[in-house]
């Protein structure tokens, strides 16, 4: 279909929508594809996976969206999904006579626009221009900013108005993507992108933490993969990985929100717990704000964490105290090293940007005071001590390791492990590289605490952690995230300082695993310590937890921001109900246990 | 005139496959395809269920007989047999079909072979009684 005979129908956008629907079953097919014909779509059917895939292959231009079965005899539905959406970024709407809501989660996680059921009904169908015009238009940006390479396609876009330039923005995407390769210049256009098979990328933290900078910076709704290249001015990285990268991060992101709207409205019945919760939507890196964008899910908080201040951001967070907490950040992180301290503070203005927002500044608040407490230490007792470092740094695995902080996560690893392991759960790579360096303990207590959705981690933390105002001295306790953590951390140090700090490394390990590897069963595994942990609230209790969670815990490369997404939505979900049971304030005897 | 009278007892047949739950909306949905460009589009559907669910039919007959166990196999069929009838909107065949299926989950057989008797039956009161309708609906016209 071309531009212009889009064009002609311009004013109806859906128009000429070029749809490949893939269904065994001829009833059905047959069905579809007059129910489609009569939206007007350009309808083009076929009962095989592998056929779909191979005319998608052969030309990618050729179609705007995929609609397509689950249960199909010669490939799994998810499975087309999920090479449709590597391959050719695609919108893929599934199709199921089986409305289980487990099949439908299965069909948004796997990359799933939209889920519907059978018996189809036309209605259904008249919106489904939308998936593919919401995809456009966040690729689409991208052209515009490139070079006038794509001038005639824009041209032809623009004349088309948004709407209908689908046909055209998938050919203009296609091709600015070609565009981009060869004038990116912060990729290595050595070899040919679009052709050639690259190096896999591996998007450590910092990598990652660069990408959700870039990201934050541009903003959700201009943040397309060419400016986030420009802006993270990573050798080597091409324009592909980005895209690839911030597609996996949007979908993270949009299920975090969808997760986090939930917990929301759970967080929202027990009343602080909001931010925690808020920030968790919007601290998924960014990625919450996008999707909340397209979406429309969450409010600006979710934007906020990247657009806003970070004191915008607290405000933003229910809590209070969040924003004090940010302040009592700064000053606390006087004692750490000098690089520390402006991670600590550039962290937590990263981490307010995180879900955790206020989250993560109290996170902050809490972990330089624990930082402080054991940078003098400096010993296995503190909660910093070296060896959470070490027990950290394996379970992170294959995060790099930097010593340098991140922004973002830099700030982390001097003093919020908590913060760390939200990130990383967040974004995928574990933060808790930043935060191993200082605060494996405070990783691991957040950890322990509160494992729910990466995100949560921080989050649950916090909540747990206190409503209550555990935190250490310059710890608000209406900072959630960072009392919670901090008083327990505090609590451990003043107790069990040798016992917990060690603990508290296998609590980290776990937690570095859980953000790092962020599967669920890593989460399930910590959620059972945390669970058993408030019930006990004793150090006792945390310590077998941590022990516990230290044997359970195998850290866990990050595959796939699907995994971490998944693993996070689903420990946001289960975690949402503990998290907000948790009171450490009744357990644990915060204060100025450090 | 024949005309109506044909219209009228189309219309009847109709109403009455409606009220006795052999169809439900989903048929309309059909109907409403069915235009200038698609004038058999009804009946083309129907056809087609007709020749697939037989398919599925035999089977599920196999599947029962050579290995009865096999409940996910059982499972996966029905699963697809009840996705076509639904998609035309064969009401009481659909029911049975998740009748079947809820058997096949718990590993009933016995529920499993009296179910699907039950699916033949259904399924083949409903294609008599269509059958007719279309044609009188088609002379009709």
């Not at chain 1, 018996?119 to 919106?127: A, D, G, S, T, Y």
């Not at chain 1, 190096?199 to 900078?213: A, D, N, Q, T, Y």
């Not at chain 2, 009228?8 to 169809?23: K, P, S, V, W």
């Not at chain 2, 559907?45 to 059982?74: C, E, G, M, W």
Request: net charge negative; proline share 4%; aromatic share 6%.
């Amino acid at each position: 279909m071309t531009v212009e005979e889009i064009r002609g129908d311009g004013d109806n956008f859906p128009v000429g929508l070029r749809v490949l629907a893939v269904d065994d079953d001829p009833i059905c097919l047959k069905l579809l594809e007059t129910l489609l014909r009569k939206c007007q779509y350009h309808v083009t059917t076929t009962s095989q996976a592998r056929m779909a895939l191979k005319m998608l292959r052969e030309n990618k231009d050729r179609f705007d969206l995929v609609i397509s079965d689950v249960h199909m005899p010669d490939m799994d539905g998810f499975k087309l999904l999920e090479y449709v959406g590597l391959e050719m970024d695609l919108p893929v709407i599934m199709l199921s006579a089986n409305g289980d809501p487990k099949l439908v989660m299965k069909g948004v996680t796997h990359g799933a626009c939209d889920y519907l059921v059978k018996p189809v009904r036309i209605e259904e169908l008249r919106n489904i221009w939308q998936h593919v015009l919401r995809r456009k238009k966040c690729d689409n940006k991208n052209p515009k900013k490139s070079s006038g390479q794509v001038k005639s396609h824009q041209a032809n876009g623009e004349g088309l108005g948004s709407p209908t330039g689908n046909a055209d923005q998938n050919g203009k995407f296609n091709r600015k993507r070609k565009e981009d390769e060869d004038e990116s210049e912060d990729n290595e256009n050595d070899e040919d992108p679009s052709t050639q098979k690259k190096p896999r990328v591996v998007w450590s933290i910092e990598l990652h933490r660069k990408f959700v900078g870039a990201v934050n910076q541009l903003g959700i709704e201009k943040a397309v993969p060419k400016r986030i290249l420009d802006l993270m001015n990573v050798d080597g990285l091409t324009r592909e990985n980005v895209a690839s990268h911030l597609q996996k991060y949007r979908l993270y992101l949009k299920r975090i929100s969808s997760a986090a709207s939930q917990q929301a409205h759970m967080a929202a019945a027990f009343g602080v717990k909001d931010s925690p919760f808020m920030h968790h939507m919007g601290s998924l890196d960014g990625l919450g704000d996008f999707r909340t964008l397209s979406s429309a899910r969450l409010p600006n908080v979710v934007l906020s964490p990247y657009t806003t201040t970070t004191n915008a951001m607290l405000g933003r967070l229910n809590s209070p105290s969040a924003n004090v907490s940010l302040r009592n950040l700064s000053p606390s992180v006087g004692p750490l090293q000098p690089s520390q301290a402006q991670n600590l503070s550039s962290s937590i203005a990263s981490l307010n940007k995180m879900n955790f927002g206020t989250q993560n500044t109290s996170l902050f608040q809490g972990i330089p005071s624990h930082l402080e407490q054991n940078a003098t230490n400096n010993n296995s007792k503190g909660i910093l001590g070296t060896s959470n470092f070490n027990a950290i740094d394996e379970l992170l695995n294959g995060a790099s390791f930097n010593p340098e902080p991140f922004d973002a996560s830099g700030a982390f690893g001097s003093s919020n492990p908590l913060l760390s392991s939200t990130e990383s759960f967040h974004s995928q790579l574990p933060l808790v590289n930043g935060s191993r360096r200082n605060d494996a303990s405070l990783n691991g207590a957040y950890l322990n605490t509160d494992f729910s959705s990466g995100v949560g981690l921080v989050g649950g933390e916090v909540h747990n952690m206190n409503y209550g105002n555990n935190i250490f001295g310059s710890l608000n306790s209406s900072n959630i995230s960072g009392n919670g953590i901090v008083s327990r951390l505090g609590r451990s140090l003043g107790q069990n300082n040798a016992i917990s700090n060690q603990r508290m490394d296998g609590f980290v390990n776990g937690r570095s695993s859980v953000s790092g590897g962020s599967n669920l069963l890593q989460q399930n595994e910590i959620e059972k310590p945390v669970n058993e942990l408030r019930q006990r609230s004793n150090e006792d209790s945390f310590l077998l937890e941590e022990t516990r969670l230290n044997a359970g815990f195998v850290p866990q490369s990050y595959d796939s921001l699907d995994e971490l997404v998944n693993a996070m939505i689903k420990r946001e979900q289960d975690e949402t109900v503990s998290n907000c049971e948790f009171q450490f304030d009744d357990d644990y005897a915060f204060g100025n246990g450090i | 005139m024949e005309g109506n009278k044909l219209q009228r007892q189309a219309a009847c047949m109709r109403n009455a496959l409606f009220d006795q739950g052999y169809l439900d909306e989903q048929f309309i949905q059909l109907e409403d395809l069915q235009d200038e460009a698609n004038p058999n589009f009804v009946e083309e559907v129907v056809k087609l269920f007709y020749s697939d669910s037989a398919r599925f039919i035999r089977n599920i007959d196999l599947t029962l007989n050579n290995s009865p166990s096999d409940f996910v196999k059982l499972d996966n069929i029905m699963h697809q047999f009840k996705g076509s009838s639904s998609s035309i909107g064969a009401k009481k065949v659909k029911q049975r079909c998740t009748q079947f299926q809820e058997y096949c989950k718990i590993g009933n057989f016995e529920g499993c072979m009296r179910t699907f008797q039950e699916v033949k039956q259904e399924h083949a009161a409903l294609k008599k009684k269509i059958e007719s309708y279309l044609q009188v609906a088609r002379q009709a016209r």
